[in-house]
């Protein structure tokens, strides 16, 4: 089944090796592909205009916070893992240590690397079903996410995912957020967000 944005829409086509999955996503560079555990295709719309804005505020935040500490890479929301459960996921901003990035072998760099980032962030847009990027969260925590952040610019509203399960919601963006033991010293004001 491929689903598109919110409206599902299936297309009947054969399972695909991951071997085939890769050639897909690169036979159609204008798509966002991701694909969870269960071998379901999902393709995005482009996003919009406001969402690519928060998307870069916060990626900038953290790529800006990695080249002071350089202990890191920080990933685009282009850039696909393969998780732990064989799903390729990718969150709007993620970062990954340096010490699991070196255990990859360079073929594993060039591909859907099978790597767990340790730090993602995922920003609501205005098409996301809030249960489905919830359970994307969790999905992300299960497969070994440390830390992760769920931002609603729209509600003002933030969900903190951390390894041990927990979870802290945010009811406004008057408030800063904190990297914790994941990215040490790293601090992200919401308000950057308030557009």
């Not at 969402?51 to 916070?65: H, L, S």
């Not at 489905?132 to 995912?161: R, T």
Request: proline share 5%; aromatic share 12%.
């Amino acid at each position: 089944m491929v689903k598109i944005a919110d409206a599902p829409i299936e297309i009947n086509l054969p399972p695909m090796t991951d071997e085939e999955f890769v050639r897909f996503c690169i036979e159609n560079p204008d798509l966002r592909i991701e694909r969870d555990k269960d071998k379901n295709i999902i393709i995005m719309s482009p996003t919009f205009a406001l969402t690519g804005i928060y998307e870069g505020i916060v990626y900038t935040a953290v790529f800006n916070w990695n080249a002071q500490y350089s202990n890191g890479w920080v990933f685009s929301p282009s850039a696909g893992f393969t998780l732990p459960d064989g799903a390729m996921r990718g969150a709007d901003t993620s970062w990954l240590s340096d010490e699991k990035w070196q255990r990859l072998t360079k073929a594993e760099k060039n591909s859907f690397a099978p790597v767990c980032p340790e730090f993602v962030v995922e920003i609501r847009s205005a098409t996301d079903s809030l249960k489905k990027i919830k359970a994307k969260m969790e999905e992300w925590i299960e497969n070994g996410v440390q830390l992760g952040w769920l931002l609603d610019p729209a509600n003002e509203k933030a969900w903190i995912y951390r390894a041990d399960g927990s979870i802290e919601i945010v009811h406004s963006f008057d408030k800063t957020l904190s990297g914790e033991n994941v990215l040490v010293d790293f601090t992200f004001d919401l308000a950057l967000l308030l557009i």
